[in-house]
């Protein structure tokens, strides 16, 4: 079976790419079947370069193609916050619930048709010795008032889909897999997965 590694460790993303992967036969190595030493500093300012250092760091150290995810919610009435301090918005550790909570306060009293926003995902691919390239795809929709579902991942409980009237998280796998950020991207990525996976 092939193999394509991406440089991540969160669970959420792993399984996402692990389904979106397997239908099209190829397997999934991510940081935690690997034993990468250092710990990748995401200090750029975008996506696309927060997703070029986390691939970049390991395609240098084991001289393979590498990909990765940079994701995040950009809410508008927000100026595009969270963005990519989505992951540690609430600051210190990850804290899904933390960051929920603070989407929600930030925008008490914002009425509905303010309440947009998208999840964005950037997936960089670097293959040694070429130039980097990235993919990026997008789900729109709305924060909700409160969380709901226990699907998915980091935020989810609280986007809300319209077409759907389900949060993300209301979702089944196969139906996020189909619509999602990540999803749009991935299809994006598959049209040059043979340079990736060799
Ligand atoms: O509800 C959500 N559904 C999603 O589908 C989704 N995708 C991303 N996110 C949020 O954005 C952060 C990414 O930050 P991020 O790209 O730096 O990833 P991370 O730090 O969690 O792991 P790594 O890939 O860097 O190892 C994540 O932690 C989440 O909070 C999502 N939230
Ligand atoms: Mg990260």
């Known amino acids: 079976m092939k193999t394509v590694i991406i440089a991540t460790e969160n669970k959420g993303k792993i399984k996402e790419f692990k389904e979106l992967f397997a239908e099209k036969g190829i397997e999934v190595q991510s940081l935690l079947d690997l034993s990468f030493p250092d710990e990748?500093?995401?200090?750029?300012?975008?996506?696309?370069?927060?997703?070029?250092?986390?691939?970049?760091?390991?395609?240098?150290?084991?001289?393979?193609?590498?990909?990765?995810?940079?994701?995040?919610?950009?809410?508008?009435?927000?100026?595009?916050?969270?963005?990519?301090?989505?992951?540690?918005?609430?600051?210190?550790?990850?804290?899904?619930?933390?960051?929920?909570?603070?989407?929600?306060?930030?925008?008490?009293?914002?009425?509905?048709?303010?309440?947009?926003?998208?999840f964005v995902c950037v997936i960089a691919v670097v293959i040694p010795g070429q130039n980097p390239f990235t993919y990026r795809g997008t789900c729109e929709g709305l924060i909700a008032n409160g969380k709901t579902g226990t699907n998915g991942f980091g935020y989810d409980p609280i986007f809300y889909l319209p077409e759907y009237k389900k949060t993300m998280a209301q979702l089944l796998s196969e139906e996020k897999n189909r619509i999602s950020h990540r999803a749009n991207a991935i299809k994006q990525l598959m049209t040059n997965i043979d340079e990736v996976i060799g």
């Open 40 to 118: 990748i500093e995401e200090t750029g300012s975008t996506f696309e370069e927060n997703a070029i250092i986390k691939a970049a760091a390991l395609a240098d150290y084991y001289q393979k193609p590498v990909i990765a995810d940079d994701s995040g919610l950009e809410i508008d009435a927000l100026d595009g916050e969270p963005g990519v301090y989505s992951a540690r918005y609430a600051g210190g550790a990850k804290n899904d619930d933390a960051n929920m909570e603070k989407v929600l306060e930030n925008l008490k009293g914002v009425e509905e048709s303010d309440r947009t926003a998208r």
